[in-house]
């Protein structure tokens, strides 16, 4: 017997070591449960955040989707992504406006830069988002400058790029799976909003999410993003450099957890300690120690490296760990050390409260902070029809679904709130919207074209030599019969 029909909003996320669904169902006081969690490794056919292999990744939904239903028991008809990887980096651009006499600001205006800006083509690289910093208003800064009056417009932004090839891949994947995308979130950032204060993003600060192969940045200051680059280092690379100690990459990855410490003092090391590797083999301690801070400043640094000079001084709410790399022992103090920011702290889980028996999610060690950050972003059912898993045709693909979020009008680029990513469904959409609306532009341009050349036409022949001639011998045979 089918269960009743149910509300749910899934998210995936697809991470350089494994691919994650979750479902979840939010609650009136803003709480989410967890249904369901479903994982397949990614190694294989994701690196550093980029597909790979479409084919490969496309069976890994596939295999998430299936999972999900079946514990769900209800058919699956949209999910919502997060896109990242090590391809994308923000890039500042300024558009301005000058006008010839002191006048108003409207909306209009303001999203004329916007779309001027959305418009700019960045060799193989796509636009996924943009955050607007601020207005220069004649010479005054300003974060809304509707209703001001002024002769010049600046509209400073920063655009979010990624390869298109990679974000083509990633439209593919779901393309080949049949799954449809509701919407897509730059994963930095639904991550800062799950994971920040609003304290923090005002005051500034740099949220540090430490993967396995890659290191995402986001600084923020006043509640806008300022800087977002991918570090193509993560602490995939400390497991690498431990094997180099002689041993299996799954042996280095266990003395990791083990035990790695981000720092270690000098007084604490005893020189004639060993760590084992299994009951016959043993590594001296000290250079295993020297291999983890070794690889770890070098991360910390890189990191430091990115926070722009503007901000570094400026950036009150501190450094924010999360991510699974962020669980390495002494982290915090490391970070100082190298930065010589003093507030540092690891988000360990997401600010709003997830209710889950799910014992990877109730570890709270920061792995899934990403995940449950596009969960809490969702915000359309996701839920089919539903259906009995022990039944035949568990996945019937010829059952009725729901309508999904492919029908609705596609949303212009300044419509977009911060972090969403039109969908490749939208942007076909929208640009057959805009080849019939060039369509209709010129033909009404070629139509005033045609009037204006049948006006000059007709002036023309007015104007010409028989026509004057005529119209003077009619005159001169008026003027004669009116005197006679």
Known sequence: MATEQKDFIVAIELGSSKVTG???????????SVLAMAQEDSSSFIRKGVVYNIDKT????????????????????????????????????????????STKITQQMVAELMDANWSLDYPDQKILDVAELEYKVDTNYQMDPVGIRATRLEGNFLNI??????????????????????????????????VLTEAEKRSGCALVDIGADTT????FWKNVLRHLVVIPLGSNNVTKDIASLQMEESEA????????????????????????????????????????????????????????????????????????????????????NTTRIEKVRVAKFVTTTINSGNDLIKAKNGMYNTVLGLLIKGDMNCAGKPFDPKGSGLFDEEEEQQPTINDRRPRQAHE??????????????????????????DRIRREEEERKREEERRKKKENSWWKKAGRALKQFGSDIVSEE
């Not at 979750?22 to 989410?32: L, M």
């Not at 890994?60 to 989707?65: A, F, K, M, P």
């Not at 977009?416 to 919207?433: F, L, N, W, Y």
């Open 58 to 101: 496309a069976q890994s939904l596939t295999n998430i989707v299936k999972k999900l239903e079946a514990q769900l028991k209800t058919r699956i008809t949209q999910v919502f992504v997060g896109v990242g990887g090590q391809s994308i980096r923000s890039v500042k651009n300024t558009i301005t406006k000058d006008f010839t006499e």
């Open 253 to 336: 990855e266990a003395m990791k957890l083990k035990y790695a410490s981000a720092y270690t003092d000098n007084n604490d090391i005893d020189p004639t300690l060993k760590y084992s590797i299994d009951p016959e083999r043993q590594v001296d301690s000290r250079r295993f120690i020297e291999i983890v801070e070794g690889r770890m400043e070098e991360i910390i640094a890189n990191v430091h490296y990115q926070i722009p000079d503007d901000y570094d001084g400026k950036m009150l709410g501190g450094i924010i760990l999360t991510g699974g790399g962020s669980n390495m022992k002494n982290i915090e103090k490391a970070f100082t």
């Open 416 to 441: 977009t709130d911060p972090g969403v990513i039109r969908t490749q469904q939208e942007e076909e959409k929208a640009a057959e919207e805009a080849r019939r609306k060039k369509e209709e532009e």
């Open 161 to 194: 790029l990624e390869r298109k090839s990679f974000f083509q891949n990633l439209n593919r994947c779901f393309e080949t799976a049949n799954i449809n995308v509701a919407d897509m979130y730059l994963a930095p950032l639904a991550l800062a909003d799950a």
């Open 216 to 219: 995402t940045v986001s600084v």
């Open 22 to 32: 979750i479902a979840g169902q939010k609650k009136p006081d803003g709480s989410i």
